[in-house]
């Protein structure tokens, strides 16, 4: 009988995009059968994914009426193995309520929110500043699964995007953190200079709280871009970069996201450590402050993304860009 293994990763877009590569491993080496506990956010990435066989949902703005019906999920499986890759108190209990044979998580100097006490296996210590996809893998070696190979092998769905010019260069310019954003003169004065040495049009991605910056991008652009912030499934996006020749972008889903599809990537990084959360492959971009890496949430002067021009972009993308 093949194993059961229950994944629970609730997280936002990136660690979810971050998770697939263990994952992949996992499913190939057992021939597991592998149930994933997952955010609406994520949930058309994930199910759609070959190595996940079922997805449950956990959506927090609908919990109380959904709790009975996602507990009754959990516990209908009984999982040889159960891996909490989210390391919060949430996850834990989610883990604790599913049925199943074992429960790892990460060593205790790496749970938070008091997770360390709650009664799982424990994957061996390891160096809480190395990059987050390697971290995930090695809960794969932690169950004897060789993880030299990185594949994240994400779907692809073949939507059509309406607009879309045959080539052209994406601007993702959302990111969950303010102090993580690029001002959008930047992005505006880059969309030009883009069109300017490679004829290559811009095209806005974001989310829909993304949408009043992507019309400033837009008026102050002299080239012609298209605005596609707020107007994209999680299918959409997939295929928009998929087909770009190159994803500027600052730390944020979209950017995991270019990684792991194998676009060219440039990375604008400010307050957070790239070593651990930047893309896996691709470009990082970041200036170097005495107030940096800091990591907060928020900023009245963020000098560290300020501080990246244009032409420091464009000196990346005529590396990668030159025929």
Not at 38 to 65: N, Y
Not at 116 to 123: K, N, Q, V
Request: net charge positive.
């Amino acid at each position: 009988m093949d194993m059961k293994i229950l994944v629970i990763k609730l997280g936002a877009l990136g660690d979810v995009i971050n998770t697939f590569p263990v994952v992949v491993n996992i499913q190939k080496h057992f021939s597991a059968e592998i149930h994933w506990l997952v955010a609406p956010l994520s949930r058309p990435l994930v199910s759609a994914h070959h190595a996940v066989t079922r997805t449950i949902v956990f959506d927090k703005t609908r919990l109380k009426e959904n709790l009975p019906e996602l507990l009754r999920n959990l516990r209908e499986t009984d999982y040889d193995v159960i891996i909490d890759f989210q390391r919060i108190l949430k996850s834990g209990l989610f883990c604790l309520a599913a049925k199943g044979k074992r429960r790892i998580g990460f060593d205790r100097k790496r749970c938070k929110e008091m997770t360390s006490l709650l009664p799982f296996e424990r994957i061996p210590p390891g160096d809480p500043g190395s990059h987050m996809l390697m971290q995930y893998m090695e809960f794969g070696r932690y169950l004897g699964v060789p993880c030299e190979h990185t594949a994240w092998e994400i779907p692809r769905f073949k939507n059509n995007v309406s607009g879309l010019p045959p080539r052209y260069a994406v601007l993702n310019i959302g990111a969950t953190k303010a102090p993580n954003q690029w001002p959008p003169h930047s992005f505006a004065e880059l969309a030009d200079l883009i069109y300017k040495a490679f004829h290559i049009p811009c095209v806005i991605t974001g989310g829909p709280g993304d949408q009043d910056r992507a019309a400033v991008v837009k008026n102050l652009a002299q080239t012609e871009v298209l605005d596609l912030a707020g107007r994209t499934t999680v299918s959409d996006l997939v295929e928009v970069i998929a087909r770009a020749e190159c994803v500027i972008t600052s730390d944020t889903g979209p950017m995991h996201l270019a990684s792991a599809l194998g676009t060219r990537l440039v990375a604008l990084f400010g307050p957070s450590d790239p070593s651990r959360t930047g893309p896996f492959r691709g470009e990082v971009l970041q200036r170097h402050v005495p107030c940096g890496p800091c990591n907060k949430k928020k900023c009245s002067n963020p000098v560290c993304m300020d501080q990246i021009r244009p032409g420091d972009v464009m000196d990346r993308l005529s590396e990668m860009l030159r025929v």
